[in-house]
């Protein structure tokens, strides 16, 4: 059997899940790190847990500068080029020093092996939506290299690649998933959402405000729309001192909770409680937490910057979205979705639904794989 090496930036909690998942299913692959972590990530790995041929580069070379993460690995290089019988899945930024100098051996002949790319390109992030010509032909430069499939989560990854101008020969869908048994709702919490006195809207976010758009949120929706409900922000960041300032100068603190970090069991039992799943990015390429939303069967109000939001959201169908920089989109949807708040039961089943649709984890898996190994001509759907 053919097999495949994965290049990854970094050890991530919910690629370590579905690289398990791969294993389980005879997949023959190994995944190369550039690192075991980065700067502004505080995943601790329990090695325990990663049931997969994996292989660390501990020699090579580090820094965090302005937000950018930039990694050097001649030795990683020197590996990938060395193993002359299998494929490589890039699964990597396409402005990764590595990567550009693994797409130069490409074209130049140095690299025979074939080139898939794993990708969850994203024109609406805030990095891409700050385009030059230098990355625009850098990035083809790279993009241009793939001589096999490219792998992407969605519709979003689809169009971006349209967008930038990408010959794209080969496609074959994979999306981010969950761990599924880490998400369930059982018919008793189901029912409890609706005796809530005030509706109870979940947020889990970094609190980072440039990226995920809480205070912008709050700010477009006013204090009549925040004190209809009650908002459970789960996560931590940067900007937390600020939230807290906001929440006190405003008297929202029975409408506005942070929680701070919280477990997958705290998280299952938020998620059950809520009665509304809200994201407000300004950037997210293809957020997992609007897939747990979903799995746990709750109505949406996301921004149209999630990249998943493609088959995560039906309008009018699961909930409604929004243009994050528009405070008049933001709070028309808001007013909306509650507006139609006798509808949410049913916002909830067609969202249980989509979960099934297009993220189901067996079936996803075995169609990606199916295709992948068959290295079939067309686009592999």
Not at 273 to 288: K, T, V
Not at 353 to 379: I, M
Request: aromatic letters at 14%; charged letters at 25%.
């Amino acid at each position: 059997m053919k097999k495949y090496i994965i290049l990854q930036n970094l050890i991530a909690p919910y690629r370590t899940y579905l690289f398990n998942e791969l294993s389980k299913r005879n997949f023959n692959f190994e995944i190369f790190y550039m690192s075991e972590t980065e700067a502004d990530r505080n995943w601790k790995t329990d090695f325990s847990t990663l049931k997969y041929s994996y292989w660390i580069d501990k020699k090579g070379l580090y820094w965090f500068i302005k937000g950018f993460h930039i990694h050097i690995n001649p030795l990683l290089i020197w590996k990938i080029i060395k193993e002359k019988r299998c494929d490589i899945i890039l699964s990597v930024s396409w402005n990764n020093l590595n990567i550009i100098v693994l797409a130069l051996f490409k074209k130049t002949g140095i690299l025979k092996n074939t080139i898939h790319f794993w990708t969850e390109a994203n024109y609406m992030t805030i990095g891409a939506s700050n385009d030059n010509k230098f990355k625009y032909f850098l990035r083809k430069f790279v993009y241009s290299s793939v001589d096999g499939f490219f792998i992407l989560p969605g519709k979003m990854a689809e169009d971006t690649l349209k967008r930038w101008n990408i010959k794209v020969k080969k496609l074959l869908f994979l999306p981010n998933m969950i761990e599924e048994e880490n998400f369930t709702l059982i018919d008793s919490d189901f029912e409890k959402r609706k005796n809530n006195l005030l509706p109870i809207c979940i947020l889990p976010v970094r609190l980072i405000e440039k990226i995920k758009g809480v205070m912008n949120f709050f700010e477009a929706i006013t204090a009549d729309n925040i004190l209809k409900s009650v908002f459970f922000i789960v996560g931590d960041g940067c900007d937390k001192s600020m939230y807290e300032k906001y929440i006190d100068e405003n008297n929202y603190n029975n409408n506005i909770k942070l929680l701070g970090f919280c477990d997958l069991e705290k998280l299952n039992h938020l998620y059950a409680q809520a009665n509304l799943f809200i994201l407000p990015s300004f950037s997210d390429p293809s957020p997992l937490a609007l897939i747990e939303a979903i799995r746990m069967k709750l109505p949406l109000l996301i921004s149209n910057r999630c990249g998943n939001h493609f088959e995560a959201l039906v309008e009018n169908g699961n909930g409604y979205s929004f243009d994050p920089y528009n405070k008049k989109s933001i709070r028309t949807a808001f007013e909306k979705m509650f507006y139609n708040k006798n509808r949410w039961t049913d916002f909830s089943e067609r969202s249980g639904k989509l979960y099934h649709q297009n993220f189901d984890l067996d079936s996803t898996l075995n169609r990606f794989l199916n295709n992948l190994l068959e290295n079939g001509n067309g686009n592999g759907n």
